[in-house]
């Protein structure tokens, strides 16, 4: 069959449906309220970051003309037009789910208020709050008297204020308010003389304030509306020999505050005058780049809305389990050392990993430390253990990226501080970002180095281990840990690129190695033997193994695939895709970890990374990607797999033709949400205990949308 546009779905496209996933979160009733809310702020926050990356590059895109269409796959002006046309209806959608759940919290006798629903009470407090905490970070600028119109932040909430005195618009003056919420927290809790559960924004006690701010002035009507801008924030990293990349990567940082305006919000409300005075002023007049809105912007603060008493209203916080084979141990090395260990997080407690690398920083047998580091923790207590080895005398290498994305900043800081304290830094590799997640801790045992390797899907970050599912995998196989050992080596000197049996490594031999899997697959369906592939990722978008996915499909190769995100692959097109179905789930925590496991031949190959399948990952960052040789720990993939290919909860359909983001619904007796039963197994008992007969694999699903056919077998039979 031939391939076509149909065939493929952009990515661009594909993460506005992604994005759309969340704003089912907040849609749906069952979610906690607060819950619903805070997926309003990730929603919110997820549209910005994609504003800032991949419609900034797209409008640069559209001044190299055709260049820029074969750069992105995609005519630039086109795609532009269809992400404004797409943003605008989710925005739709967005507004009147928001006005929804303020009336369902009402219910519970929670309240937002604005400056004009406070009772006396609440105006005092709200007075004083200003005088106090808001008013020493305000600086009203005049903007339509002001020699140079003032520089709009990204992603800062401003009040364009709008002061009139009579008719004349000669009389009328406009000004501009930054709402600090740098400083201040975005929600304030009020005080109420009932039940009531009263919260104002940090804006409204600006504006039931404004009065006493621009007091000078005679007028008779002062009026806001909120504004926001959102700048491109690509970095421009100069090609200066003379500075280091640490100081190049901090004067890019700078300049991207700075970039090139690529969207202006606005309050529906603001008065034409207005908007077009200000658009003038940014030189931002084409409407593409106007999107209208409500009052208020930057939801992704709602993330932190306040908790209150209630937990129904909240999800409950779970407490991870300590793994059976570190618990009440009193050196984790040595069980290591005795057998391979998976960490599931945030089932798992990212603890052990924290107190590894803290046993390494004072075990006397310990010689050295090696680790990359892609986004750490605010105080992050790796970082702690990292330094803490170094005065106890232990060579620390720390390879730091410091080219992830808005982490910038911080990894220059930990950079710093790593050196002070004697830390070996290295910053990445030219040419190829660093996001692997490894370390490499070697001990000297009677009179041999002994290595102990970390190897996993997800950063060293103690705060997104509690909300991001990832895997580790622990190992003191010398297979493993030599080849890690070995890129550790590469990341030293880079011409050192080495060969990896064992491991599969980014930009060296992950495309060739998939590649292989597939074919492998695709030969023994031709052959009649069982062939299948169960992949779990981020985002799949890379075209050529688009291609192969559906080459494997043809051939008869039965494909699952979980994306969180961005997929390009269409399932269930006749005679290209009818064996590939794809979903996405997305629920209470980020679904992160990559596992990979493929039929070949009944000898079945399992695998964890760090790298999605998109072309990035596999040419230009160096990833990892590391077989689980452990049958134990094979079994726990498979039934972790097992379990997320039976979600009829929060699993939707990905690009199905008529299902797009549906629900996915099984022919199983009860409901089955993936992340809430990968909690109670893992927590009562590790995933290599369960029986593969247990009725919670024998459900009855499909591995296509064609209900009743012969050919499609049940997901447990796919995956035991």
Same mark, same amino acid.
């Not at 709402?179 to 109420?192: A, E, G, H, N, W």
């Not at 409500?294 to 916080?317: A, Q, V």
């Not at 498979?638 to 299902?659: H, W």
């Given at each position: 069959?031939?391939?076509?546009?149909?065939?493929?779905?952009?990515?661009?496209?594909?993460?506005?449906?992604?994005?759309?996933?969340?704003?089912?979160?907040?849609?749906?009733?069952?979610?906690?309220?607060?819950?619903?809310?805070?997926?309003?702020?990730?929603?919110?926050?997820?549209?910005?970051?994609?504003?800032?990356?991949?419609?900034?590059?797209?409008?640069?895109?559209?001044?190299?003309?055709?260049?820029?269409?074969?750069?992105?796959?995609?005519?630039?002006?086109?795609?532009?037009?269809?992400?404004?046309?797409?943003?605008?209806?989710?925005?739709?959608?967005?507004?009147?789910?928001?006005?929804?759940?303020?009336?369902?919290?009402?219910?519970?006798?929670?309240?937002?208020?604005?400056?004009?629903?406070?009772?006396?009470?609440?105006?005092?407090?709200?007075?004083?709050?200003?005088?106090?905490?808001?008013?020493?970070?305000?600086?009203?600028?005049?903007?339509?008297?002001?020699?140079?119109?003032?520089?709009?932040?990204?992603?800062?909430?401003?009040?364009?204020?709008?002061?009139?005195?009579?008719?004349?618009?000669?009389?009328?003056?406009?000004?501009?308010?930054?709402?600090?919420?740098?400083?201040?927290?975005?929600?304030?809790?009020?005080?109420?003389?009932?039940?009531?559960?009263?919260?104002?924004?940090?804006?409204?006690?600006?504006?039931?304030?404004?009065?006493?701010?621009?007091?000078?002035?005679?007028?008779?009507?002062?009026?806001?509306?909120?504004?926001?801008?959102?700048?491109?924030?690509?970095?421009?990293?100069?090609?200066?020999?003379?500075?280091?990349?640490?100081?190049?990567?901090?004067?890019?940082?700078?300049?991207?505050?700075?970039?090139?305006?690529?969207?202006?919000?606005?309050?529906?409300?603001?008065?034409?005058?207005?908007?077009?005075?200000?658009?003038?002023?940014?030189?931002?007049?084409?409407?593409?780049?106007?999107?209208?809105?409500?009052?208020?912007?930057?939801?992704?603060?709602?993330?932190?809305?306040?908790?209150?008493?209630?937990?129904?209203?909240?999800?409950?916080?779970?407490?991870?389990?300590?793994?059976?084979?570190?618990?009440?141990?009193?050196?984790?090395?040595?069980?290591?050392?005795?057998?391979?260990?998976?960490?599931?997080?945030?089932?798992?407690?990212?603890?052990?990993?924290?107190?590894?690398?803290?046993?390494?920083?004072?075990?006397?047998?310990?010689?050295?430390?090696?680790?990359?580091?892609?986004?750490?923790?605010?105080?992050?207590?790796?970082?702690?253990?990292?330094?803490?080895?170094?005065?106890?005398?232990?060579?620390?290498?720390?390879?730091?990226?410091?080219?992830?994305?808005?982490?910038?900043?911080?990894?220059?800081?930990?950079?710093?501080?790593?050196?002070?304290?004697?830390?070996?830094?290295?910053?990445?590799?030219?040419?190829?970002?660093?996001?692997?997640?490894?370390?490499?801790?070697?001990?000297?045992?009677?009179?041999?180095?002994?290595?102990?390797?970390?190897?996993?899907?997800?950063?060293?970050?103690?705060?997104?281990?509690?909300?991001?599912?990832?895997?580790?995998?622990?190992?003191?196989?010398?297979?493993?840990?030599?080849? &890690?050992?070995? #890129?550790?080596?590469?990341? $030293? *000197?880079?011409? %050192?690129?080495?060969?990896?049996? +064992? !491991?599969?490594?980014?930009?060296?031999?992950?495309?060739?190695?998939?590649?292989?899997?597939?074919?492998?697959?695709?030969?023994?369906?031709?052959?009649?033997?069982?062939?299948?592939?169960?992949?779990?990722?981020?985002?799949?978008?890379?075209?050529?193994?688009?291609?192969?996915?559906?080459?494997?499909?043809?051939?008869?190769?039965?494909?699952?695939?979980?994306?969180?995100?961005?997929?390009?692959?269409?399932?269930?097109?006749?005679?290209?895709?009818?064996?590939?179905?794809?979903?996405?789930?997305?629920?209470?925590?980020?679904?992160?970890?990559?596992?990979?496991?493929?039929?070949?031949?009944?000898?079945?190959?399992?695998?964890?990374?760090?790298?999605?399948?998109?072309?990035?990952?596999?040419?230009?960052?160096?990833?990892?990607? &590391?077989?689980? #040789?452990?049958?134990?720990? $094979? *079994?726990?993939? %498979?039934?972790?797999?097992?379990? +997320? !290919?039976?979600?009829?909860?929060?699993?939707?359909?990905?690009?199905?033709?008529?299902?797009?983001?549906?629900?996915?619904?099984?022919?199983?007796?009860?409901?089955?949400?993936?992340?809430?039963?990968?909690?109670?197994?893992?927590?009562?008992?590790?995933?290599?205990?369960?029986?593969?007969?247990?009725?919670?694999?024998?459900?009855?699903?499909?591995?296509?949308?064609?209900?009743?056919?012969?050919?499609?077998?049940?997901?447990?039979?796919?995956?035991?």
């Amino acid at each position: 069959m031939t391939l076509n546009k149909s065939s493929f779905v952009n990515r661009d496209i594909s993460w506005l449906s992604f994005n759309a996933r969340v704003l089912q979160e907040a849609e749906d009733v069952s979610v906690p309220l607060i819950e619903r809310l805070r997926f309003l702020g990730i929603f919110s926050n997820n549209r910005d970051e994609f504003y800032r990356v991949r419609v900034a590059t797209i409008r640069r895109m559209q001044k190299f003309g055709k260049k820029g269409k074969e750069i992105i796959g995609a005519d630039p002006v086109k795609l532009n037009e269809k992400i404004q046309e797409i943003v605008v209806e989710q925005q739709k959608k967005f507004d009147i789910l928001y006005a929804k759940i303020l009336k369902e919290i009402r219910k519970e006798n929670i309240y937002i208020v604005d400056e004009k629903g406070l009772d006396s009470l609440q105006q005092n407090f709200v007075r004083e709050y200003f005088t106090q905490n808001v008013s020493p970070f305000l600086i009203p600028i005049m903007i339509e008297s002001a020699p140079h119109f003032p520089y709009l932040k990204d992603r800062m909430i401003y009040l364009a204020i709008r002061i009139t005195r009579g008719e004349s618009e000669k009389k009328t003056k406009y000004s501009l308010i930054e709402v600090p919420t740098d400083f201040l927290p975005r929600f304030i809790v009020l005080p109420s003389s009932s039940n009531r559960r009263c919260i104002i924004l940090l804006e409204d006690i600006i504006r039931f304030c404004l009065n006493d701010v621009f007091s000078i002035f005679n007028y008779d009507t002062i009026d806001s509306y909120a504004i926001k801008i959102t700048r491109d924030a690509e970095l421009d990293i100069e090609a200066d020999v003379s500075k280091s990349l640490m100081e190049k990567i901090s004067k890019s940082v700078k300049q991207r505050k700075k970039g090139e305006p690529v969207r202006l919000v606005y309050d529906e409300q603001i008065p034409k005058e207005l908007l077009d005075f200000i658009t003038r002023k940014i030189k931002l007049r084409d409407t593409e780049y106007l999107i209208p809105g409500g009052r208020y912007h930057n939801f992704r603060d709602f993330i932190n809305f306040p908790r209150f008493e209630n937990d129904e209203l909240s999800y409950k916080t779970i407490r991870p389990v300590d793994h059976p084979k570190f618990k009440g141990q009193k050196s984790l090395l040595n069980i290591i050392r005795d057998k391979d260990v998976l960490l599931a997080y945030p089932y798992n407690s990212f603890k052990h990993v924290i107190d590894i690398l803290r046993e390494a920083a004072i075990d006397p047998k310990v010689l050295s430390i090696k680790i990359t580091l892609y986004r750490a923790a605010k105080n992050s207590s790796v970082i702690n253990a990292l330094v803490n080895a170094v005065r106890n005398g232990k060579h620390v290498t720390a390879v730091v990226e410091l080219q992830a994305r808005f982490d910038e900043e911080s990894n220059i800081f930990y950079a710093g501080k790593l050196q002070e304290e004697g830390v070996q830094v290295i910053f990445g590799v030219p040419g190829l970002k660093v996001h692997s997640k490894l370390f490499l801790i070697t001990r000297k045992e009677e009179n041999k180095n002994v290595l102990y390797a970390h190897i996993g899907t997800g950063n060293f970050n103690e705060n997104t281990s509690k909300i991001y599912t990832d895997h580790a995998l622990l190992t003191a196989k010398k297979v493993i840990t030599n080849e &890690v050992e070995k #890129l550790f080596g590469f990341y $030293q *000197n880079n011409y %050192k690129t080495g060969h990896y049996n +064992q !491991l599969i490594v980014s930009p060296f031999n992950s495309r060739k190695k998939f590649n292989s899997f597939i074919t492998k697959e695709i030969e023994n369906a031709k052959k009649g033997k069982e062939a299948w592939m169960v992949l779990k990722m981020n985002s799949f978008s890379d075209l050529d193994l688009t291609e192969r996915i559906y080459e494997a499909s043809q051939a008869g190769v039965r494909i699952k695939l979980i994306i969180r995100g961005i997929c390009s692959v269409v399932p269930g097109i006749p005679g290209l895709s009818e064996n590939v179905e794809v979903i996405s789930i997305v629920d209470k925590y980020l679904e992160h970890s990559r596992i990979y496991i493929f039929c070949n031949g009944g000898s079945n190959t399992y695998y964890i990374s760090s790298g999605d399948w998109m072309d990035r990952n596999l040419d230009y960052r160096s990833e990892v990607t &590391v077989p689980i #040789l452990d049958a134990e720990l $094979q *079994n726990e993939l %498979k039934k972790y797999l097992s379990i +997320q !290919l039976l979600d009829n909860c929060k699993a939707r359909y990905l690009n199905l033709e008529g299902k797009i983001n549906a629900y996915r619904t099984l022919s199983n007796n009860s409901k089955i949400r993936a992340q809430e039963e990968l909690y109670k197994v893992i927590s009562a008992k590790q995933l290599s205990l369960i029986r593969a007969e247990n009725t919670l694999f024998s459900s009855q699903e499909i591995i296509s949308s064609k209900k009743n056919d012969k050919k499609y077998l049940p997901a447990s039979k796919l995956i035991q």
